[in-house]
């Protein structure tokens, strides 16, 4: 698989299995279903970030629509599930973010907790991404590849955004200091976690 170029272009540090995209062939409604969650929660987090900095105007310009992108994106996966007469599962524990949570650090107040916060959705936008493309090139499936690369491109855009606003409201050594860091674990986690099918991180 060719995915060097895009993990480098994310910045992700390592790249995904290769063994993940037939494995989350296995069971359509599975990924199907974590996927739907994920983008849930993204929107979730969205409206999060505008509920908690109303009083950063550019944040809440820039983020407001990718709130209605997102729950759009929910939407189009309940009717990717409903077209293959497939049903929407239970929610799952998700790992990968709960892991992903322990690298923010607490404490200097709000200000501070905005860079952290900023930081995990740019990084989840990117791994996003990165299956995403995974799974428009190389499932089985055509209608599911090209369902697929519509997402991968989404989170792309996403993923800038959220780095641009970092650099917008905080000192660039400092972000990329911090983001560094925020991918140094990330790999380490992912290398430390199995690989399922059954979910999309």
């Not at 992903?100 to 107040?109: A, F, H, R, S």
């Not at 190389?138 to 997402?151: V, W």
């Amino acid at each position: 698989m060719d995915t060097p170029a895009t993990v480098q272009m994310l910045n992700l540090q390592l790249p995904t299995d290769p063994r993940w995209v037939n494995l989350a062939e296995m069971d359509l409604g599975e990924i199907l279903t974590d996927h739907a969650y994920c983008e849930q929660k993204a929107t979730t987090s969205c409206i999060s970030l505008v509920q908690g900095y109303p009083d950063y105007p550019e944040l809440v310009a820039e983020v407001a629509p990718v709130v209605t992108e997102e729950w759009g994106h929910f939407r189009m996966v309940l009717h990717e599930l409903d077209k293959r007469g497939l049903k929407l599962g239970r929610q799952r524990k998700d790992e990968y973010v709960n892991g992903l949570m322990k690298v923010m650090q607490k404490g200097g107040g709000r200000e501070a907790a905005l860079l952290e916060k900023l930081l995990l959705c740019a990084l989840i936008e990117a791994r996003s991404c990165e299956r995403f493309r995974l799974l428009s090139l190389y499932c089985a499936d055509e209608d599911l590849r090209k369902f697929y690369h519509k997402f991968m491109v989404a989170e792309a855009g996403h993923y800038v955004l959220f780095i641009e606003l970092a650099r917008k409201y905080f000192d660039r050594e400092r972000v990329d200091k911090r983001w560094k860091e925020f991918l140094e674990f990330e790999a380490d986690l992912l290398a430390n976690m199995e690989v399922r099918g059954d979910r999309m991180h």
